[in-house]
């Protein structure tokens, strides 16, 4: 059974500091990761992606991932209270179906202000 | 922008009621999934479809079936809705790459079975 793990939280961070969410995956062949944040009663919302080694930037926005050790991140730097939600790691189903993912049960994120 | 429609926000339906659920994506994606959420147990996949009329059973398709007469619409059918089937229910989309690309969410159906 192929899984995505992720540390449940809450993680409570205050305004203004780095936030740090990280997410383990199981099958080698995974080509593809995704980080979506959910609020409270709304669908998740893609805020970034990644597939080479590596960091990617995306304003305050950072993912980082290390496929040997089949490790990925998203840091949230200068954390705000509006950040405040669930962070679902997801990486691509390989030899499964075609565009399907698999969902970590996400991060909680508490940005006090 | 990709737009994921779901019929409704909110339902309430009694136990052994026959439930639909739509949903609608405007950007010709060849995939949709209908997943469930509950808390501590993330979002669970219940059916997908890669095609017209084709349909594969995800992780707990049990109590469910679906229907996918039109490339745009993927409906999720409580054939007789239980109370274990209160839940939210998200839709979502996607394009056939094997590698893995974005899913694109619907508003989710909040449904109570009462």
């Known amino acids: 059974q192929k899984e995505v793990e992720q540390n449940s939280g809450p993680l409570s961070v205050p305004e203004g500091a780095i936030a740090s969410l990280n997410c383990t995956y199981s099958?080698?062949?995974?080509?593809?990761f995704f980080w979506y944040r959910q609020y409270s009663g709304k669908s998740p919302e893609l805020i970034m992606f990644i597939y080479s080694n590596g960091d990617k930037e995306d304003g305050r926005f950072t993912a980082q991932l290390n496929k040997a050790s089949q490790y990925v991140s998203l840091l949230i730097r200068d954390s705000q209270p509006s950040d405040s939600a669930t962070y679902l790691c997801?990486?691509?189903?390989?030899?499964?179906?075609?565009?399907?993912?698999?969902f970590g049960k996400g991060t909680k994120l508490s940005v006090k202000p | 922008d990709v737009k994921v429609t779901q019929s409704s926000r909110y339902l309430v339906k009694r136990t052994g009621e026959k439930v639909f659920l739509e949903c609608v994506q405007d950007?010709?994606?060849?995939?949709m999934f209908w997943y469930r959420q509950d808390p501590g147990l993330g979002l669970r996949l219940i059916y997908f479809?890669?095609?017209?009329?084709?349909?594969e059973k995800g992780d707990i398709p049990e109590g469910y079936s679906v229907s996918r007469e039109k490339k745009e619409r993927f409906s999720l059918i409580l054939e007789s809705a239980s109370t274990n089937q209160t839940s939210m229910y998200l839709c979502?989309?996607?394009?056939?790459?094997?590698?893995?690309?974005?899913?694109?969410f619907g508003q989710g159906t909040r449904l109570t079975v009462v």
């Open positions: 950007m010709d994606h060849e995939n």
């Open positions: 997801a990486v691509n189903n390989y030899g499964g179906s075609q565009g399907n993912l698999i």
């Open positions: 099958d080698r062949g995974s080509q593809s």
């Open positions: 479809s890669y095609d017209v009329k084709m349909k």
């Open positions: 979502a989309s996607t394009l056939p790459y094997t590698g893995g690309t974005e899913a694109f």
